[in-house]
């Protein structure tokens, strides 16, 4: 069983920068997909950037050039860079995993996903 345990939330005014990290145990492939996604409440999930074993990544459009996703396999860990953040960036961010698939691309639909994090909030007041 994978288990994802996410760090680095918190509070930060318009324009400012958090990193998140979401570190993995558990893996027994190492055909991988990491991703990052956020919810508001009363709203569905939605993906933010997700990042393959190989590298590739993809990113929604409300956080291109914005967010940065990365991983250090080593680690088994993935990070979401953050910067010039806005009030509506605020959400609640869950790491997700999957593992063992054939990926053609990286995948930001939260169907892929297998495996989740609890969740950190990030909060950005204007």
């Known amino acids: 069983q994978v288990h994802l345990v996410e760090s680095g939330g918190g509070s930060v005014q318009s324009g400012g920068s958090l990193r998140l990290s979401c570190s993995a145990s558990?893996?027994?492939?190492?055909?991988?997909?990491m991703g990052w996604f956020r919810q508001e409440p009363g709203k569905e999930r939605e993906g933010v950037a997700s990042?393959?074993?190989?590298?590739?990544?993809a990113y929604a459009d409300s956080v291109k050039g914005r967010f940065l996703i990365s991983q250090d396999k080593a680690k088994n860990t993935a990070y979401l860079e953050m910067n010039n953040l806005k009030p509506e960036d605020t959400a609640i961010y869950y790491c997700?995993?999957?593992?063992?698939?054939?990926?053609?691309?990286?995948?930001?639909?939260?169907?892929?996903?297998?495996?989740w994090g609890q969740g950190t909030q990030v909060t950005v007041s204007s």
């Open positions: 997700a995993a999957d593992q063992g698939d054939y990926y053609r691309f990286p995948s930001l639909k939260a169907s892929t996903f297998d495996h």
């Open positions: 558990g893996f027994y492939s190492s055909t991988r997909l």
């Open positions: 990042i393959l074993n190989d590298d590739s990544t």
